[in-house]
């Protein structure tokens, strides 16, 4: 099927952003529409009509949506919230690759609420590591969709008995493309009805590739994009006052600071940041460790996100070269503050490059820092690109003290359905000598009907990232997978059953095999996103050398330990107004047994949505018995898709405290605008009730954005 191509027209008269759709300047842009199903029946016309005009002037890009509904009383409005999960109400989404490197892209969407929604996207939603790419894309901070950048835009919507509107503006200034002029551009739209669970693309993708497979996007051809030179600043202004009760000390402060963005050229930006704080963002989900390895959570701070994907080298959550979390947050968790620095990102000669330099200060016992992060990488045809990276923390105060990784990384693309990445990378760190490597090399088959992938990794004894992450040091891991998708047409209430297998196994490089993993499994997916596994059968091992604390005072002996586990998991519809999802595992656990549970049940009515999530276990050694009980409560109200209000509770009796986290954000351009911030740190007894606060703390924020163009 040949390559969808849409055409832009100029504008002497602009659209007013309403939602509307009923000024004539819109019926002077060639129509674009016959979008196909790519759920559920892919390759069939889609079930309600799309239609789709774009128009541009000089300062912005208008895209006009008619999303046609024969029942518009059916249509899922959801949350509008921004950024909330599209997949679960009805939904319009485009992408924009605007270097046509059909590789990465820019993604705007909204919902019937008006719902603001943008990220971006890198190496085509997929992320390394060796395992078989499943049918939902990947979000994070340098592999698949970045949601977490924020871009400046509108976008308004309306309803009536025909079906729903969107109406968009995306100024030039928020995109990177190359010099202006006319351009091409990579382009799909994407329109998600969720009642009957299904997507519909305009440029056809099969089934088993994502929306954001860019190089399967059609084409915008016409736009006349200006030359031009971004430069705005963000300043804000923060008031604080935090009560420490351990130790009877009340801190008030007052900081000023900000950020600014500088076109250096058409296609390479400037970020700078002064006194850089993050008092606005999302806390982290607790999570409750039964390993001896360390957890991982993600990136959340919006100046370590914009762009975090050229950065990206390594295998997502197991080993990466650079982890932005290394840089103002301690290995406590606590805040380092941060001076400031400079991210220099984009293309030029074209390479995609990036330069970034953060300054952090001293805190108690930990010495200022200089970190700096060296990135270049070149886009080949067919999803294959190489590249080089460089990540240095230099201690200010004493020149003996510093850390460098070096790192080569390549991703191959063999016709649509292969993808072989790899990478090597060493580490210098003054005292370690030897075995400072890690490398990875890991292929990939996508198909209509198979999944199948195999992996091998290494991480040296001495290989230390410092401003990286490893999930397990000194091992050697060996993966290999494969998945079955079987499709049933004649069933309408039934859509696709995954039978699968996967291996895996790490050993020290002594030959001890530290842990292994035979997984068998069977996923019934159904036509309205519901969800079940069959109890999988997990057969287990694992090894310690050395005795492992599980749980305090009780002490897991060294020696092999082989067993096995039944895991259940499950989701009911996630777009129903109620909706529970859950896993269960039970089964052996070193020398004794468990019994494990996570279940998340959600309500969502209009704008209001609450949460509870419960993490059990239940654990029985021959050296002691102990149980973990978390439990989380999320509340959270949209007043418009620029106003919300949101809270955290959290109870963790391996802590023995119950933290609270309560934000008012009320936004203005990209991101920016007024946040009320509230954390609370309740002790508790052995009871589980309050007996007192351990900490206290109320933050005011206010950020704005300037163009100074």
Wanted: aromatic share 12%; proline share 4%.
């Amino acid at each position: 099927m040949p390559t969808p191509v849409a055409e832009a027209v100029g504008a002497e008269v602009v659209p007013t952003i309403n939602g509307r759709l009923d000024e004539a300047v819109w019926q002077t842009a060639p129509l674009i529409t016959d979008f196909i199903q790519h759920e559920p029946n892919d390759g069939e016309v889609a079930s309600e009509r799309t239609e789709v005009r774009i128009l541009y002037d000089r300062s912005a890009l208008y895209v006009g949506v008619w999303l046609f509904d024969r029942d518009p009383s059916a249509i899922v409005i959801g949350e509008s919230r921004r950024d909330i999960d599209l997949s679960n109400v009805d939904s319009f989404t485009m992408v924009l690759d605007t270097y046509l490197d059909r590789q990465n892209a820019f993604v705007f969407g909204t919902s019937p609420q008006g719902v603001e929604y943008d990220g971006q996207i890198t190496r085509e939603g997929e992320g390394g590591g060796g395992q078989a790419t499943n049918r939902r894309s990947q979000a994070g901070t340098g592999a698949g969709l970045n949601l977490n950048w924020d871009g400046d835009w509108t976008v308004a919507t309306s309803r009536d008995d025909r079906g729903w509107y969107a109406e968009f503006r995306i100024p030039f200034s928020t995109l990177r493309y190359a010099e202006g002029g006319e351009q091409v551009w990579g382009l799909n739209f994407a329109r998600n009805i969720r009642r009957k669970n299904e997507q519909d693309f305009w440029s056809p993708v099969p089934r088993q590739y994502t929306f954001y497979r860019v190089s399967l996007a059609g084409t915008l051809e016409g736009v006349q994009a200006p030359t031009q030179r971004i430069m705005t600043v963000s300043p804000y202004a923060l008031s604080s006052l935090r009560r420490d009760y351990g130790i009877a000390n009340t801190d008030a402060k007052l900081e000023v600071g900000g950020e600014a963005k500088i076109g250096v050229t058409q296609g390479l930006t400037l970020d700078l940041t002064v006194n850089t704080d993050f008092a606005q963002v999302e806390v982290d989900d607790q999570q409750v460790n039964l390993t001896r390895f360390s957890l991982f959570f993600p990136e959340k701070r919006p100046f370590f996100l914009e762009n975090a994907g050229t950065f990206a080298v390594g295998t997502a959550q197991t080993t990466e070269l650079f982890f932005s979390r290394r840089i103002g947050i301690g290995r406590d968790n606590r805040e380092v503050p941060l001076a400031g620095g400079a991210r220099l990102t984009g293309k030029v000669a074209g390479l995609n490059v990036g330069l970034l330099d953060i300054q952090a200060k001293a805190r108690d016992a930990i010495a200022p820092n200089n970190f700096g992060v060296v990135r270049v990488f070149k886009e080949l045809p067919n999803r294959t690109r190489i590249g080089a990276i460089v990540v240095n923390r230099l201690n200010t105060d004493s020149t003996g003290d510093y850390n460098v990784t070096y790192g080569l990384d390549g991703q191959f693309g063999i016709g649509r359905t292969f993808l072989l990445d790899a990478y090597a990378a060493k580490t210098k760190t003054p005292g370690l000598t030897g075995r400072d490597h890690a490398f990875n090399v890991a292929a990939n088959y996508t198909g209509r009907e198979w999944d199948a992938g195999l992996a091998y990794r290494e991480s040296a004894e001495n290989f230390n990232p410092e401003v990286g992450f490893v999930l397990r040091e000194n091992t050697r891991f060996v993966q290999a997978s494969i998945l079955r998708h079987v499709r049933t047409p004649n069933l309408s209430w039934f859509r696709e059953y995954r039978p699968h297998i996967t291996f895996r196994q790490w050993d020290d490089f002594d030959g001890f095999t530290e842990s292994r993993l035979l997984h068998i499994d069977s996923h019934f997916q159904f036509a309205n996103g519901a969800f079940f596994q069959l109890p999988a059968v997990n057969f287990e091992r694992e090894g310690l050398k050395e005795p492992f604390e599980v749980s305090p005072g009780i002490v897991i002996p060294p020696g092999t330990y082989d067993g096995f586990l039944w895991a259940l998991a499950y989701n009911t519809n996630l777009g129903a107004p109620v909706s529970v999802s859950g896993r269960v595992e039970i089964g052996d656990f070193y020398s004794g047994h468990r019994v494990s549970t996570i279940e998340t049940v959600t309500a969502r009515k209009g704008a209001t949505v609450v949460t509870l999530r419960l993490s059990y276990d239940n654990v029985h050694l021959p050296e002691g018995d102990f149980t973990n009980t978390l439990v989380g409560f999320k509340f959270g109200y949209s007043f418009s898709p620029r106003m919300y209000l949101q809270s955290l509770i959290q109870y963790n009796d391996q802590f023995g405290n119950i933290e609270g986290n309560f934000r008012f954000g009320w936004l203005s351009a990209a991101g920016t605008g007024l946040f009320i911030v509230y954390n609370d740190i309740e002790r508790t007894n052995r009871f589980g009730r309050m007996s007192g606060p351990e900490e206290r703390a109320f933050i005011i924020k206010f950020t704005r954005l300037l163009d100074l163009n």
